[in-house]
């Protein structure tokens, strides 16, 4: 069984950074996250495969948000630059046994608890 842990979350305000990150305890071939807000349905954000340097984003956070990997730390990391209030939600990392970048919430295997990222106006 996979664990994945986050850290990072917090609170920032309108214009500000953080940066999110998510170890994995076992071998998956793709990570991403995935944020939800209140009342709302979980949503992609970006995923990374461990194979490649090419990276998924949803249009939302595409030029604010950069993912990466560290190979021999088993993490990726979420650099979130030009937070808006309409980004706060809490922050899930998820890892999936397939070597795709998928932005569907059902395609992964294995879920973090979640970090809470506020954006104040």
């Known amino acids: 069984q996979v664990q994945l842990v986050e850290s990072g979350g917090g609170l920032v305000q309108a214009g500000g950074s953080l940066r999110l990150s998510c170890a994995a305890s076992g071998s998956v071939l793709t990570m991403g996250w995935f944020r939800q807000a209140p009342g709302k349905e979980r949503e992609f954000v970006a995923a990374?495969?461990?194979?490649?340097?090419?990276?998924t984003y949803a249009d939302s956070v595409k030029g604010r948000f950069t993912i990466s990997k560290d190979n021999t730390k088993n993490t990726v990391y979420l650099q979130m630059n030009s937070l808006t209030p309409e980004d706060t939600a809490l922050y899930y990392c998820?890892?999936?046994?397939?070597?795709?970048?998928?932005?569907?919430?059902?395609?992964?295997?294995?879920w973090g608890q979640g970090t809470q990222v506020t954006v104040s106006s």
């Open positions: 990374l495969s461990w194979s490649s340097s090419s990276p």
């Open positions: 998820a890892g999936r046994r397939g070597a795709w970048p998928d932005r569907l919430t059902t395609r992964y295997d294995y």
